[in-house]
Each structure stands twice: as structure tokens, then as C-alpha cells.
């Protein structure tokens, strides 16, 4: 078939097809490439991530566990000088009325002292508590899991949460954790 537009390209549809494809074609090369040797690559060495641990032992007024003492250990990487941003927990506690085990992070700043505790950190946990010998008894043998936080200030340490009753009868089906104390 012959006529305007029909079987030929040419005129507008030549016209649009070169312009389509023009992006994808190769530029020109007309400047002068500089054959020079570039600066030759240097050896990037990366430094190994640094893990540190910390063992903390400590006594603290808690409830429902009464008088406490625990042991917590922290491990991670180090940000900046000794911070830890954030840095895994492992914490038990045991007291003369039970016993709470804890896993969670750690974000703070401690400095480097076996004496003097000084450093600012923040923790959140799951806890599992395990009551026992409530002179009232309506909380002996009561199991607990829940959510705890605590504050660390200069080695004085505070602590609040919440705990819902998975074993036991009677008692309250959820109480609130605290406790107060020092670590060194």
C-alpha cells in the first residue's frame, strides 16, 4: 500500500522515533582522555569490633522479694569511649521472699572502676518471678512474667514494672515490681 502514512516512515514518524531513541544511543567522544596513571588504591584497614562484658553485683529493698541481692551481667559493643548503645542483659535476683530472672538492653555510660560505681544507664526487661514464704500466703508459690525497667544513677538503682500471675491460686492476677538499691 501506498499513500501518506501508510507503509512509509518518514516525515513526523522518522522524526519521533529518532528523538525516542536518541537517550539510548552512545555520546560522541570528544574530548582528549588524560592517560595519565591515577593515585595508586590504598589499603582500607577496618578495625575489629571491640566486645566487652561487665559484672555487677548488688543489694536492693524489692517487692515482692523483700531484701535482694543480684548479679548482673552485660555484654556488647562499646560506643563511644565506654558508652554502651545498646548492649544485652542478663540478671538474676534472689531475695528472702522469692527470686526474679530478667533479659533484655542496656543503653548507658559507665566508668571504668571497681571501687567506685559511677555511670548512667537505662535497662528494659522481660522478668520471670517466683515467689515464696509470704507470711500472709496468699502469694506463696505464685509465678509471674512481665516487663521491668531499671534507672542507674552513681550505682544507685531503681527499678519499677508489671507482672501478670501465670501459676498460683489465689492472690492478685498482676502486681507491680520495684525495687531500690545499690551495685558495685
Not at 513526523?12 to 531513541?21: A, E, G, I, N, R
Not at 519499677?160 to 492476677?173: E, H, L
Request: contains cysteine.
Amino acid at each position: 500500500m501506498s499513500g501518506p502514512g501508510k507503509g512509509e516512515w518518514g516525515g513526523m514518524k522518522s522524526l519521533w522515533l529518532t528523538m525516542c531513541l536518541t537517550p539510548f544511543l552512545p555520546a560522541p567522544v570528544f574530548a582528549i582522555q588524560d592517560e595519565r596513571p591515577g593515585p595508586e588504591p590504598v589499603a582500607v584497614v577496618v578495625p575489629k569490633k571491640a566486645h566487652a562484658t561487665d559484672f555487677t553485683l548488688g543489694l536492693a529493698f524489692q517487692g515482692p522479694t523483700r531484701l535482694t541481692g543480684s548479679a548482673t551481667l552485660m555484654w556488647g559493643e562499646p560506643k563511644m569511649l565506654v558508652a554502651w548503645a545498646p548492649a544485652k542483659l542478663a540478671q538474676v535476683r534472689v531475695g528472702t521472699r522469692g527470686a526474679q530472672v530478667g533479659l533484655g538492653f542496656v543503653a548507658g555510660v559507665f566508668e571504668e572502676s571497681a571501687w567506685r560505681p559511677s555511670g548512667l544507664a537505662v535497662t528494659l526487661k522481660a522478668i520471670a518471678l517466683r515467689t515464696w514464704r509470704d507470711p500472709s500466703g496468699v502469694t506463696n508459690s505464685h509465678s509471674y512474667v512481665g516487663i521491668e525497667s531499671d534507672v542507674v544513677l552513681l550505682g544507685v538503682r531503681g527499678s519499677i514494672g508489671y507482672a501478670r500471675k501465670v501459676a498460683g491460686r489465689g492472690g492478685p492476677d498482676g502486681r507491680f515490681v520495684w525495687s531500690l538499691g545499690v551495685g558495685l
